[in-house]
């Protein structure tokens, strides 16, 4: 890597998976990643979240200072606090395998790879941002991103979780809403969720 003129290393680091999976989580529901290359380069990952919500703060807190970087916490005038990480490789790999900008987000591929307890953490985090958990067993989850709202489906579906999703307009932009309940083994199928489609082959 070259900076003024000379040359320096970055040492390469690692992250727990179980880390990451919670990472993961917060950053695909209420982060954002700005990377602009060199001569201007700044690379940087800010997780942000309403004091008014201090049990999740203090989570996402306790998640970004669990990574192997330097974090740096402000306190904004609206009443949210942020937390930001600085470091070039981290900053390109979560653009990457995240998407960039809240209609784009998805979940990286590796995460579908993971087992249970990795998934179940991951869930966890993510509907801790932008989910609202109505019961101990049924929760809600919603985004912008149609790619991300499938991979939380696709997340909860392989922990056993029955779900549904549904989408409206909200101020212009469509919202994702994915159902998610555990409550009961079985699932009723009901006549708005069927339709009928063209099909030519074998099944």
Not at 30 to 57: D, F, L, M
Not at 185 to 200: G, I, N, V
Request: net charge positive.
């Amino acid at each position: 890597m070259y900076a003024n003129g000379g040359t320096h290393s970055v040492p390469l680091v690692s992250i727990p998976y179980s880390d990451l999976a919670t990472f993961l989580g917060y950053f695909v529901s209420e982060g954002n990643c700005y990377v602009r290359p060199y001569p201007h380069a700044a690379y940087r990952i800010t997780i942000g979240q309403s004091k008014k919500n201090p049990v999740v703060s203090e989570k996402i807190k306790r998640s970004m200072q669990a990574l192997p970087f330097n974090v740096t916490r402000f306190d904004r005038k609206d009443d949210v606090v942020t937390w930001t990480i600085s470091n070039r490789r981290f900053a390109e790999w979560v653009k990457e395998n995240c998407g960039d900008g809240c209609q784009s987000k998805k979940i990286p591929d590796c995460v579908y790879e993971w087992g249970p307890t990795l998934l179940g953490k991951f869930l966890e985090a993510a509907i801790d941002g932008d989910g609202h958990r109505k019961t101990a067993n049924y929760a809600q989850y919603y985004s912008s991103s149609k790619e991300l709202a499938d991979g939380i489906q696709a997340v909860a579906l392989a922990l056993g979780y029955k779900t549904v999703m549904g989408n409206s307009l909200s101020k212009g932009t469509r919202i994702y809403c994915v159902s998610l309940n555990n409550r009961t083994k079985t699932f009723a199928l009901q006549p708005w969720s069927l339709s009928r489609e063209y099909y030519k082959g074998k099944v």
